[in-house]
């Protein structure tokens, strides 16, 4: 593996922990980490590392605004507060969207785009997000804006496209509240079709801006893989796929399975899910948008009534909150005979084995993959069987 030199920011970015620190001691000390918590209720399996731990990143997203001196920057937000830490280049993040991040930067003063200012509201462009699809290249640029005017627009595509004709699409979000949220709700398609393509485990995704994604796409393919390895899929099996992003788990899955039911709370995502099912030609997926809790709670009862319907295997893929109450108490009463979580907070992920656990679930085996190289953060896939 090559060793990079030192990141210039790291410090006041702070976004990577492990900055520094050798990769196979991150991975070591993410061993030890998921280990100590989730090692209590089963064997946890070696962690999978990145081959080339760089650069990984698919979404890339960058704060504008100026210095004291007038100087435009772009970057990230220093923990805790809303001042801008330049960062030009990222040793975790894609390249190209970098490169295009840089160059909208270089590109404002010529097209007499001001950045925006949180405090006065003056100004117009506040961030800008790049999604980059890893095996189609297609790449998305949105432009968060202050206000829903962009002047000369169709020129700024132009002048942009000319210098990175791989940009497929480029978005104009609106977000005009005082808000940490990067995005806001009103979105005008200025270029292209309004979302990317990508290709996972061979099958084809829809992606759009507000979409979850997962960030780490060869690392997604790993961690896919093994999660549809833990859940043995038979050629009957109901499935469910919660917490389903823009459908992928249940997607793969419904290749194998009987029938899969997805349900996503993201309005958005759920959108994307139906037209993924249509794109890769699977009918045995149905998408549901609502809480996982709350959809659990009313379906479950249903199925219970009903000798025909059920749940064989449930795959979960919650946020770092984890699960609910809600979610994991239907699941119990449904007794599916496997459940696979994947987590990305072992924290809350061994909180709620605990729960699976107490109502009748053992865990069997873990396996951490490394999304996140360099960052503290760490997933796992964990295969649990019903058991009474
Ligand atoms: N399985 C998907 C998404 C995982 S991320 C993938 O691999 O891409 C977690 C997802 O849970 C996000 O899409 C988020 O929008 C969704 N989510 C968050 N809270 C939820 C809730 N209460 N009910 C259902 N979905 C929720």
Redesign the pocket.
């Known amino acids: 593996m090559e060793k990079l030199e030192k990141c210039p920011y790291s410090k006041k970015c702070g976004g990577c922990t492990y900055q520094g620190v050798a990769y196979e001691k991150q991975l070591k000390e993410k061993q030890e980490l998921v280990e100590k918590l989730i090692g209590g209720f089963c064997k946890v399996h070696p962690i999978i590392g990145m081959k080339e731990p760089y650069n990984y990143r698919n979404k890339v997203h960058a704060a504008f605004g100026i210095t004291r001196r007038g100087e435009i920057i772009s970057g990230v937000y220093r923990e805790g507060t809303h001042d801008i830490v330049p960062v030009d280049m990222c040793q975790i993040e894609d390249k190209k969207a970098d490169e295009i991040i840089q160059d909208i930067k270089g590109m404002l003063r010529s097209f007499k785009i001001k950045t925006y200012d949180e405090d006065t509201g003056y100004g117009l462009l506040r961030h800008v997000m790049v999604r980059r699809g890893f095996k189609s290249g297609e790449i998305m640029v949105v432009l968060v804006l202050g206000s829903p005017i962009m002047p000369s627009k169709n020129n700024f595509v132009k002048a942009l496209r000319k210098k990175h004709p791989e940009i497929t699409t480029v978005i104009v979000n609106v977000n005009d509240k005082k808000t940490s949220m990067v995005l806001g709700d009103k979105e005008s398609v200025i270029y292209g079709k309004g979302y990317i393509s990508d290709e996972l485990c061979g099958c084809k995704f829809k992606i759009s801006s507000k979409?979850?994604?997962?960030v780490n796409p060869v690392q997604?393919e790993v961690?896919?893989n093994k999660a549809i390895e833990f859940a043995e899929l038979k050629a009957k099996d109901r499935v469910l796929?919660?917490?389903?992003?823009?459908?992928?788990?249940?997607i793969i899955a419904s290749k194998k399975a009987g029938q899969v039911i997805g349900?996503?709370?993201?309005k958005a995502?759920v959108r994307d899910a139906i037209t993924n099912a249509k794109i890769n030609g699977i009918n045995n997926i149905r998408f549901f948008a609502?809480?996982?809790?709350?959809?659990m709670l009313k379906t479950s009862a249903k199925m219970l009534e009903d000798k025909d319907a059920g749940i064989d295997v449930v795959?979960m893929?919650?946020?770092r909150?984890g699960s609910?109450e809600n979610?994991m108490s239907s699941v119990v009463k449904l007794a599916p005979k496997k459940v696979v979580y994947?987590s990305?907070n072992p924290e809350t992920l061994a909180r709620d084995l605990k729960y699976f656990k107490k109502h009748g679930y053992e865990a069997m085996k873990a396996v951490p993959v490394d999304m996140f190289p360099h960052t503290a953060h760490v997933e796992c896939v964990v295969a649990l069987r019903r058991v009474k």
Not at 211 to 214: A, C, E, L, R, W
Not at 290 to 295: I, L, R, T, V
């Open positions: 979409s979850f994604y997962q997604t961690l896919y796929d919660a917490y389903c992003g823009i459908g992928t788990i249940g349900v996503e709370l993201n995502a609502e809480d996982a809790g709350q959809f795959f893929d919650p946020p909150a609910d979610f994947v990305c």
